[in-house]
């Protein structure tokens, strides 16, 4: 559409990056010469569906076979303020790429799959490098989520053997700073991409000799992590962020504007990684899946591989169910002290190894 107009037109950023990678590719961002009202006049002649969805910033989506791509005008920052920035529209592809983040994300292909590397960026990209695009310290200052994300791109695309970037180190200790100035949802946001990494543990731990990870996680430390990261290899259990935030030793789990469920799901592994529940009993009340996970925090915070009859008891608690049910207590019982006589009963049952019987728990 933007082409037969005769303007320039490239996927940016993150679907290049991937594509490149070998990784998937989530969605795919279009940069153009075009202006936004060009952008939306020209959908509507071409029979797509314009959506104004950042018109003020030059961004449109247009939706194409049920697929949005956002359509962004090539933009220079007029000013910045740490959050957001003032930007002018621009015909030139190198001062749109010079506003972006790093080196690897400033990569431009066109629709024959032609890459357009304005900023050297490629050399980076082939040697897993994450790079501030020019002054470290001027791009965090234009938004300091870029510290964040920094750690983020560094789990995902970095390379843990070639260490990182000492002019991004240098940028970031300089700047912590501007942390403070952060919305929790976007503090939230990060950290949980970060920690959906294969392999989080080394970016973290410099975060953490960096201070980063003190003044976004106050009293969290990365000690557990490549236990636990070891370890969920090694009983093949996926990246869990909630899992993994749980072994940093953070415990405020609301201050980082999670979602509920996700809340909930950090709290029940704080109380259960300490407490001396059993893992039959885990998997009785909160499933296999509860238990193999908090198996795997208890080890690494101990320094110590999984129980090896860890699986039997999993299928112990899985599979019990409680053999007397309120109606069997009444109406001996009723109220309030019902629910406690059940759930006395209860305990013994579980004390059992869950093998005592109907006729033994009504006794």
């Known amino acids: 559409m933007l082409e037969q107009a005769g303007h320039a037109a490239y996927a940016v950023g993150g679907c290049v990056r991937n594509a490149l990678f070998g990784a998937p590719v989530a969605d795919v961002d ?10 939306v006049a020209l959908a509507v002649a071409a ?19 049920g697929i949005g791509h956002e359509v962004t005008t090539f933009r220079a920052d007029v000013e910045t303020d740490g959050r957001r920035a003032v930007v002018r529209y ?48 001027e791009r965090i200052r234009e938004d300091y989520l870029r510290i964040l994300r920094f750690f983020r791109f560094h789990a995902w695309y970095g390379d843990p053997d070639a260490g990182v970037d000492e002019e991004a180190l240098a940028g970031i200790a300089t700047n ?29 731990a410099v975060m953490e000799q960096v201070g980063v990870l003190a003044r976004v996680l106050p009293g969290a430390t990365s000690r557990m992590l490549a236990p636990l990261v070891a370890l969920e290899k090694s009983a093949a259990l996926p990246p869990d962020p909630m899992r993994r935030l749980a072994v940093l030793g953070y415990f405020d789990a609301r201050s980082l504007r999670l979602s509920k469920a996700r809340q909930r ?31 795997a925090l208890r080890s690494a915070s101990l320094g110590q591989p999984m129980p090896e009859d860890l699986e039997a008891q999993i299928a112990t608690g899985a599979g019990a169910t409680l053999p007397i049910r309120p109606r069997d207590l009444m109406p001996e019982f009723e109220g309030p002290a019902l629910g406690d006589e059940l759930r006395a009963r209860e305990r013994r049952w579980i004390e059992s190894g869950f093998t005592l019987t109907k006729a033994d728990l009504l006794k």
Not at 30 to 39: E, M, N, S
Not at 185 to 201: F, N
Request: hydrophobic share 40%; charged share 25%; glycine share 8%.
């Open 30 to 39: 279009i940069a153009t010469d075009a202006r936004p009202d060009t952008v």
């Open 265 to 295: 799901h950090l709290e029940a592994y704080q109380s259960l990684i300490s407490a001396g529940t059993g893992y039959a009993e885990i998997a009785y009340r909160h499933g296999e899946a509860m238990a193999r996970d908090v198996a």
């Open 90 to 137: 621009s015909d030139d592809i190198a001062e749109d790429a010079a506003r972006r983040d790093f080196t690897m994300n400033a990569l431009y292909a066109d629709a024959r799959g032609e890459v357009l590397d304005p900023l050297n960026g490629l050399p980076d990209l082939e040697a897993r490098r994450v790079r501030f695009i020019r002054d470290a310290g």
């Open 47 to 65: 029979g797509l569906k314009p959506v104004p969805t950042g018109i003020d910033h030059g961004t449109v989506t247009v939706v194409a076979e």
């Open 176 to 204: 912590l700073d501007g942390l403070a100035a952060l919305s929790a949802e976007r503090v939230g946001h990060e950290i949980t991409r970060l920690l959906s990494a294969s392999d989080p543990a080394p970016s973290v």
